[in-house]
């Protein structure tokens, strides 16, 4: 005949459970590469695209 366990007991090891897998969770989460370097820098505004102006000459 099995054991039949308390019910306090029972929750116990629901909580456990569940909270291990949450831990679990979190650390999956959390588990992607690290970004160690640098972002580059965006290139400055004369090199990115020619003012208006030389666009608006270039047709006459």
Do not use: H
């Amino acid at each position: 005949m099995p054991v039949r366990f308390r019910t306090a007991e029972r929750y116990a090891r629901a909580l456990a459970a569940a909270v291990a897998a949450v831990v679990c969770l979190l650390l999956a989460a959390n588990a992607g590469p690290a970004d160690t370097a640098p972002s580059p820098a965006p290139a400055p505004a004369q090199e990115a695209a020619p003012p208006a102006d030389e666009l608006a000459s270039a047709d006459g």
